[in-house]
């Protein structure tokens, strides 16, 4: 198991324990409606929002196609500005770079932006294992890391928890006996925790919503301003960047900064944007890295319909208007990336063998593709992986015998008629998956076909 | 659907050699055994003015892969070949119509069924809240992730039992299998009907 994936659970196992828990679809209901809503209002301010979606589909096409060229530009640009770039085929290279720079500055501690590439490749278990500690500093990552929990959501990645939760887990962790769990009081706890962190901490780690190749420029969006501290504060601040967050030109992000506030957040324009190109002097870090990372992206760059996949912003629109998501959580789909962008990833980056239930946690009903604001076509890749994925032998008899009844009319009909005989059979073997809620459909006596024929006759 | 579009003056032909279109096959991941039966599909079907499907889901798979072909979804054909939106039919009773995925985000049909609806003599159309959202059938999705389905479903059975409507209907006789046989589980008095059902009524 990779470092991405969380848990080996097929999908289907894992979504029956997270569907019984009633607190926890509570609380998914109540949120991703929230934001579903608030969505849809600011995307309907944009009269040329299609445009837009088109746009970004476009750009995210071409970049690419010549990733390569965009990749090499971008370290020319950032190492220009006085930047060090290292490139790290997987997770153990990115690891060991950054476990490395920490170590040479002498750090025991390092303060963390929110970043899924990092979660992906398991670096703050790697920085603990080197004897450095990583603290998150986003508030929901920081509530996750004191419980030991991981993330469920994108972009939200405690969702899954509610107010009193939390304040149960601050007055045990961080807070005092006191607190309650008015929201104020909650952040003002973590705010304090943290304060100290960002003022000692000597390396800060992010990871980055855009790459621009001509400026070598970085781009995080983020909304608490915890954030900008760890990309300011520290004298070193190391990066780590997936080969797919490439723009090619500055001006690219014209059409990102409209698109991912309002698919994620449902707000006009996240609070914070910050932007580095290098260090510069007598303001901010000294010393600035990007790591720049494959971790299995160059396989699904190969694949040409997968590699759509690629093009993923990281909005997490299509968790939020996902019915599946909705009522499983993140934690079925056993990976940081979960919901359908997750469904369509994981197997891609860590191979379908890994995850070989994911692509069929859906039922194609295309929520997802018709919210992506970089219009990755979601469904037909989870088709697309169905095909590869392996499938049990009992499934693969049963949809070879149907392609061959289906082949010719006679079997067709025959077969016609012996569903008519076998009704009632369905509640045993594979269809127990139906009849455990559902009463198997009412087989008329007589057959459309029976009927035309009687007629013209 | 053959009564209604004779009733209209359309010639049906029903082609015996057909069998399945593929989709099944094709969502499931059987990609060949899909194009297969896509293949033979345009075989059976070759040389037809339209060719009329009373299923979103279906339409929606072989126009997307056949897109040369005439193919149309029932209430497409209605409205825009035909130009009808009363269709003669008398129904009178309370009817919810639940959009399918398909019909909506597929093939993009819009109120067409509304409007056709909208016409039938006595028919009440009540609204169903969250209409866009999916009902959990999702083919081979209903039995391989039973337990998301049936959660899908009963969220999607409580909407139709509060609309107070006498039947649900929608463009999918496999969706409506899925929600029939849960309202049939329920006890509910709620009944299932094809939307080409009560378009033929009179």
């Given amino acids: 198991m990779s470092a991405a994936r969380r848990s080996s659970a097929s999908f289907p196992s894992a979504a029956r324990v997270e569907l019984g828990r009633t607190q926890l679809r509570r609380n998914l209901g109540h949120a991703t409606a929230t934001i579903r809503r608030k969505r849809l209002a600011t995307v309907g301010e944009l009269a040329d929002w299609e445009e837009l979606r088109e746009a970004g589909r476009v750009i995210k096409d071409r970049t690419m196609r010549s990733l390569d060229r965009h990749l090499e530009e971008f370290e020319r640009a950032f190492t220009a500005a006085g930047g060090e770039v290292h490139w790290a085929r997987d997770a153990d290279e990115a690891n060991a770079i ?53 993330s469920s959501h994108i972009l939200v990645p405690a969702i899954h928890r509610n107010r009193t939760e939390i304040r149960d887990l601050f007055r045990r962790t961080i807070g005092d006996a006191e607190l309650t769990d008015d929201p104020s009081q909650l952040a003002e706890t973590a705010r304090r925790h943290l304060r100290e962190r960002f ?14 190749a001509e400026t070598g420029s970085l781009v995080v969006l983020e909304s ?53 190109s290098g260090p510069v002097e007598g303001d901010g870090p000294r010393e600035m890295h990007v790591i720049l990372l494959d971790n299995g992206r160059t396989r699904v760059l190969a694949d040409a319909v997968g590699r759509q996949a690629l093009h993923c912003i990281r909005c997490s629109a299509c968790l939020n208007v996902c019915p599946v998501y909705e009522r499983t959580g993140g934690h079925a789909y056993g990976s940081i990336y979960p919901g359908p962008i997750g469904a369509i990833l994981t197997p891609q980056l860590e191979g379908i063998d890994h995850a070989p239930s994911l692509p069929f946690a859906s039922s194609l009903c295309g929520a997802c593709e018709e919210a992506c604001p970089v219009k990755i076509e979601i469904p037909r890749v989870l088709v697309h992986l169905r095909g590869k994925a392996p499938k049990p032998r009992a499934e693969r008899r049963a949809f070879a015998a149907l392609a061959w009844a289906f082949a010719d009319r006679r079997r067709y ?14 509640r045993l073997g594979p269809l127990r998956g139906w009849t455990a809620s559902r009463e198997l459909p009412q087989v008329p006596d007589t057959s459309f076909r029976d009927w035309w024929r009687d007629r013209g006759a | 659907m053959v009564e209604l579009l004779e009733r209209l003056d359309c010639t049906v032909e029903f082609r015996q050699e057909q069998t399945c279109c593929g989709q099944m096959h094709l969502n499931a991941g059987y990609r060949d055994e899909g194009l297969a039966l896509v293949e033979r599909f345009r075989g059976v079907f070759a040389g037809a003015d339209a060719i009329v499907a009373p299923s979103a889901s279906c339409a929606g798979h072989v126009r997307a892969a056949a897109p040369e072909l005439p193919v149309y979804e029932l209430t497409e054909y209605l409205t825009d070949v035909l130009g009808v939106v009363d269709v003669g039919a008398r129904f009178p009773h309370r009817v919810c119509y639940h959009p399918t995925c398909h019909s909506l985000r597929e093939l993009h049909v819009g109120d067409r069924p509304q409007r056709l609806l909208g016409s039938v003599g006595g028919l009440e159309v009540v609204p169903l809240a969250d209409a866009d959202q999916c009902c959990g059938f999702g083919g081979t999705f209903a039995v391989k992730n039973a337990d998301v389905s049936t959660a899908m479903m009963e969220d999607k059975l409580d909407r139709i039992e509060q609309s107070g409507a006498e039947i649900v209907t929608s463009a999918d006789n496999s969706c409506l299998m899925h929600l029939g046989g849960g309202l049939r589980r329920r006890g509910s008095a709620v009944r299932t009907m094809h939307l080409v059902e009560i378009l033929a009524a009179t």
């Fill in chain 1, 224 to 276: 608490e301003g915890n954030g900008r501290m760890c990309t300011t504060l520290p004298n070193v601040l190391i990066s780590v960047v997936g080969i797919e967050k490439l723009v090619p030109r500055w001006e690219d992000l014209e059409v990102f900064l409209q698109l991912l506030p309002r698919s994620s957040t449902g707000e006009r324009m996240n609070p914070y944007t910050s932007v580095w």
């Fill in chain 1, 98 to 150: 950054t476990v490395a720079i920490a170590l040479r500055h002498g750090a025991t501690e390092v303060v963390k932006v929110k970043s899924l590439t990092t979660d992906e490749i398991g670096l703050n278990d790697a920085l603990a294992a080197a004897g450095v500690d990583a603290i998150e500093t986003d508030f929901a990552e920081l509530i996750l890391q004191l419980d030991g929990d991981w």
């Fill in chain 1, 199 to 212: 003022l000692r901490a000597r390396v800060g780690i992010s990871g980055a919503n855009f790459a621009v």
């Fill in chain 1, 413 to 426: 009909e025959r077969g016609q008629r012996l569903a008519r005989l076998g009704r009632g059979l369905g």
